[in-house]
């Protein structure tokens, strides 16, 4: 089971490019590494997901060195609307083991 | 459906009674999982199902704790005699495939439970 850690909080500026690294030291050969974003009083909605180097979608990039140890999520020009509890996720239901979310980054973009 | 919905949306009870939270996945998902969220917290794993099949119920705060799934359709979650510490947010999601950090989880409303 991959524990992460993540950043508490952080804070960022409109226009501002916002990046979060997350730390997941023992994650397994055949883990992906999957980010969801939570605005108050939702559910978490899926990001990104990648298993190595860099995926970029429409909304973010995601970055993965070569010993997969950490990824960070990267949100260019972060709004308003960005402020929002950030997951970093890893690991595999199907053995019997458990996926933890963890307490996720609580990012706060300002004006 | 569009999407996973979960009913109600709200509930408040008092302390020693039972509540029982539903959830609809979107349809023709497989892998079904529940959630709870104290207040500022992070999300906490109570138990997933594959099909009608739930392999780890570790989960689970207590024994007061149970759930139940019809199928790869409808679940629910039930708290017997409820206590102060069950207040949360009560989260559902569900995903197309075999339950893997591959899948997306498409995540519910969520149910806010307070048992006074």
Redesign the interface.
């Known amino acids: 089971l991959a524990k992460t850690t993540q950043p508490i909080s952080m804070d960022s500026y409109e226009g501002q490019e916002v990046n979060i690294t997350c730390s997941h030291n023992n994650i397994a050969t055949n883990?992906?590494?999957?980010w969801?974003q939570q605005f108050p009083?939702?559910?978490?909605?899926?990001i990104i997901?990648g298993y190595k180097t860099k995926v970029t979608n429409e909304v973010a990039s995601l970055f993965i060195p070569a010993d997969r140890k950490s990824s960070t999520l990267s949100l260019p020009r972060v709004s308003l609307s960005d402020t929002a509890v950030y997951?970093c996720?890893?690991?595999?239901?199907?053995q019997?083991?458990?996926?933890?979310?963890?307490?996720?980054t609580e990012l706060s973009v300002k004006p | 459906g569009a999407g996973v919905s979960q009913s109600p949306s709200n509930k408040v009870t008092e302390k020693g009674k039972d509540v029982e939270l539903r959830c609809d996945p979107i349809s023709g998902h497989t892998a079904l999982y529940w959630y709870r969220q104290r207040l500022g917290q992070g999300l906490e794993f109570l138990i997933y199902f594959q099909g009608n099949s739930a392999p780890d119920k570790s989960g689970l705060p207590s024994d007061r704790f149970s759930a139940e799934r019809t199928g790869e359709s409808v679940s629910t979650l039930t708290i017997q005699r409820t206590q102060q510490e069950d207040s949360a947010v009560y989260l559902c999601a569900s995903s197309l495939q075999v339950a893997s950090s591959t899948d997306t989880q498409y995540f519910g409303p969520g149910t806010r439970l307070t048992v006074l």
Request: net charge positive; no cysteine; hydrophobic share 30%.
């Open positions: 883990d992906y590494i999957t969801y009083s939702q559910g978490p909605r899926f997901q997951y996720l890893v690991g595999v239901y199907n019997g083991g458990k996926l933890i979310f963890g307490q996720g």
